[in-house]
């Protein structure tokens, strides 16, 4: 089922416009091309807004508070007028590293890695629920896949943990396994770029381009959690 879709395009006197950007090109560690914002477009799907907020008092009833933490996205651009829709689905997610769920992150530059490969690429930021949150070992074969989070020690009834994590403290890779526990709010469309290193004399023929190297697994990403939305 297709719900109405609002994608605006935000201008840089926008105070949303600065908040996004502010996150996007924050400063991280890590082998990471340089990404340049082309532009920002707002998305608003009511719909979906209401089972996000649906499944926010699911949560606050079930673990007692829950964090709304804006997080990022990677995927390909012919994928996200889908998202935007109908939302992720997370049955499509089945052989994550840490767990059969939908992947966010909080570094930028890393979800870029699963964008594009071209030039232009674009990213999704979204609001992501959190309410108790676990480090799992990442799975590195392919036998075995973490289709649920683990239980919660200590409670009773049970009750699972919602989200899990590579280091709940930094988020550079968390998985959700709910389906609208998590809301795209932003697109965010960036171009690559290329620094050139010159010589001192400024010869062109001794122009050296760094190689870009892409991560192949998550790179600690170093924050003062400024995501939480209290």
């Given at each position: ?78 994928r ?27 570094s930028p ?37 973490l289709?649920?989070?683990p239980f ?79």
């Amino acid at each position: 089922m297709e719900f109405d879709v609002q994608r605006s395009v935000l201008t840089p006197g926008d105070a949303d416009y600065q908040t996004v950007s502010n996150l996007f090109l924050r400063k991280e560690k890590g082998h990471f091309p340089p990404l340049e914002i082309q532009s920002i477009e707002a998305v608003q799907n009511y719909s979906l807004q209401q089972r996000f907020k649906e499944k926010k008092d699911e949560y606050e009833r079930a673990y007692g508070r829950v964090d709304v933490i804006k997080l990022w996205h990677g995927t390909k651009s012919s994928r996200v007028s889908s998202i935007l829709q109908n939302n992720f689905d997370v049955s499509r997610y089945c052989g994550h590293r840490y767990g059969a769920g939908v992947s966010f992150t909080a570094s930028p530059k890393y979800a870029s890695h699963y964008c594009d490969k071209g030039t232009i690429g674009c990213i999704l930021l979204c609001d992501v629920l959190v309410s108790n949150i676990v480090e799992v070992p990442e799975n590195i074969g392919k036998d075995y896949v973490l289709e649920k989070p683990p239980f919660i020690p200590g409670v009773y009834p049970p009750l699972r943990y919602d989200t899990t994590a590579k280091n709940k403290k930094t988020m550079n890779v968390i998985v959700k396994f709910e389906s609208n526990s998590y809301c795209p709010t932003h697109v965010v469309n960036f171009k690559r770029t290329r620094h050139a290193r010159c010589n001192v004399g400024g010869s062109r023929k001794n122009t050296v381009k760094p190689k870009v190297r892409y991560p192949t697994y998550p790179y600690p990403v170093e924050l003062n959690n400024p995501f939480l939305d209290n």
